[in-house]
Every structure is written in structure tokens, then in C-alpha cells.
């Protein structure tokens, strides 16, 4: 039998043999910070992806990396995977104006909408759609979402995998968590580029009295109470960061009118979170971009 470590080094040898050094220099962006600024959290490097900007501290554990690119070897998001739980912890991704630019529909297949993802064996992730035939009504919440990726059509198949959803309730996924997913494309088009990491909370844990984990079902598929953006913003050499914060149960009904309400900084948000991000900014960079978001406002919320 092939213990979990034998199985997480296979998967990281994989993503590691998938990287090529055609890297997409995303448009001449700045994709990597400078090397000659102090960090002493940043990311392992030796696999470049890892340095990415939008990348957050890597959990470990029972986690894999999934490096998600195109034919051509252009990055598309990156998602990290907790295959103990078959649950995924983050997707992270670039944003601007180009990436969301409708050059295909939206991914649509009649016997195949939710692929399983190929960069990882099945065993690591579900053989089956655990969103159905659970005697629940669950949308499938794509974390990176379709709409951000309608540039190309290997861009925008790949947010369909089961490794970049996570369950939400209908009137979530649809209401606010929509309206705060085309707030952020309204940022990227007004923005040099927008550095994103999103998620749902699946560890354990409580905040505000209630557990982070809303429901495990009976099949294993762990649903998420909270839900939460990290933005970093990158305009003219400048860089700010804002956090979003969001509860999929008390939220649901909200109108969205006031989005401003749901915006922390990310120092708070990795209070909640217990994730590290924007670690390979230079620490100096970080520390000041992360304390505060200077107003809801300046974001346009």
C-alpha cells in the first residue's frame, strides 16, 4: 500500500516535471518581486512558480500544488490541494483587463461539466461528483471564477476541474459572492494588475461563535462557512492589498449594495484564515501593504 508521503512527494515530483521554462512573462508584469529586498517568508524556490506574487505561504501538510497552464505553458491559476480531505485551500491568479476579455463562451458539456483534474492521480481526488445525490441542493462555487477566464479556451475549461470548487448554497454563489467576484473584475480593469487568492475555510476552528467548517456531508466533501478574496493591487510601481470576508450562511440574502462591509485588512484576514499571504513581496513591502487598505472606498466597494 502506498502510504500519504510516498504519494505527496509523486505528486510534487509530477507538477515539478510539468514545469517548463517557457514562463509567461504575463504581458512583462510583475510577476516575481526584485531579488535584492529582505525576505525571510518567502516561498521555497525551487520550483519558480512558487515565487509568484499572487502565491501564498504554502501550507504543507498533507497538501499538493497544482500548477494549472495552457499548451503554450502559460500559467493560468494555481490551486493548493489538500488531498487528505479532497478539499482544495486556495486558488491564486493574476487579473486584468486582458484576462476577462471574452474571447470564448463559457465552458459548457452536457456529460462532463466538473472534470476531474489530470495533474493529480484519482486516488488524490474524488472519482465521483460529490455535489450530487447528497440530499442537498449545492452549487459548485468556482474559486477562480469562469468569468475571469474567457480569454481562451484551455483558460476557462480548466475552472470547471472539482479541484477549483468548493459547495456554496445557490442564493451565496449567486448573490453576494457573485457581486463581490465582478467588484474584483471592475478593480483589475482600473489596475496595472491584480494579484488574487481565494478560498473557503476547511480547517478546523471557530470565529464569531460559529465553526469554520459550516457541514461535512455524509461523503466526505467538507462545506465551508466562510469565504474570503485576498487582493493585491499593483498600480504604476504601487502596491496595495485589501481582504475580503465573507459568511455564506448569514450573508446569503445580502443585496450587495454595501460590499464595503465585508473588506479587512490582511493581516486580519490571516488572523482568520491562518494563511500567509503575498509572502514573496520583500518584507518591508508586505508589512506596510498588509497592516491596512487604506479606505473601502479607494477600492471602489
Not at 491559476?77 to 491568479?93: L, N, P, V
Amino acid at each position: 500500500m502506498i502510504n500519504k508521503a510516498s504519494i505527496l512527494l509523486c505528486g510534487l515530483l509530477f507538477l515539478a516535471a510539468c514545469s517548463n521554462d517557457n514562463e509567461f512573462d504575463e504581458k512583462k508584469k510583475p510577476i516575481t518581486p526584485p531579488t535584492d529586498n529582505i525576505n525571510i517568508n518567502a516561498n521555497p524556490s525551487h520550483i519558480k512558480e512558487y515565487s509568484r506574487l499572487e502565491m501564498p505561504r504554502l501550507h504543507q501538510g498533507t497538501d499538493t500544488i497544482l500548477i494549472h497552464k495552457t499548451g503554450d505553458g502559460i500559467v493560468n491559476y494555481i490551486t493548493e490541494w489538500d488531498y487528505a480531505k479532497k478539499s482544495q485551500r486556495w486558488s491564486c491568479y493574476v487579473l486584468d483587463k486582458d484576462y476577462a476579455r471574452p474571447n470564448v463562451h463559457r465552458y459548457y458539456s452536457k456529460n462532463n461539466q466538473y472534470p476531474n483534474n489530470p495533474l493529480i492521480p484519482t486516488s488524490m481526488q474524488w472519482d465521483f461528483d460529490p455535489y450530487y445525490f447528497n440530499g442537498q441542493k449545492l452549487d459548485h462555487g468556482h474559486i477562480c471564477p469562469s468569468a475571469d477566464r474567457l480569454s481562451s479556451f484551455d483558460m476557462n475549461y480548466q475552472t470547471f476541474f472539482l479541484t477549483n470548487m468548493q459547495p456554496q448554497f445557490n442564493s451565496f454563489n449567486a448573490g453576494v459572492w457573485a457581486k463581490l467576484e465582478k467588484k474584483v473584475r471592475q478593480i483589475a480593469a482600473t489596475c496595472d494588475t491584480l494579484y488574487i487568492c481565494k478560498g473557503g475555510t476547511i480547517d478546523e476552528g471557530k470565529y464569531g461563535g460559529y465553526n469554520k467548517i459550516y457541514h461535512t456531508l455524509d461523503n466526505g466533501l467538507i462545506m465551508p462557512r466562510y469565504f474570503f478574496m485576498a487582493l493585491l493591487r499593483v498600480n504604476r510601481g504601487k502596491y496595495t492589498a485589501i481582504g475580503i470576508w465573507t459568511d455564506q450562511i448569514l450573508n446569503a440574502n445580502d443585496n450587495g449594495i454595501n460590499l464595503a462591509q465585508y473588506a479587512i485588512s490582511i493581516d486580519e484576514l490571516e488572523k482568520r484564515t491562518g494563511i500567509d499571504f503575498f509572502c514573496n513581496l520583500p518584507d518591508a513591502i508586505e508589512k506596510e501593504v498588509e497592516r491596512s487598505f487604506n479606505s473601502a472606498l479607494s477600492w471602489r466597494l
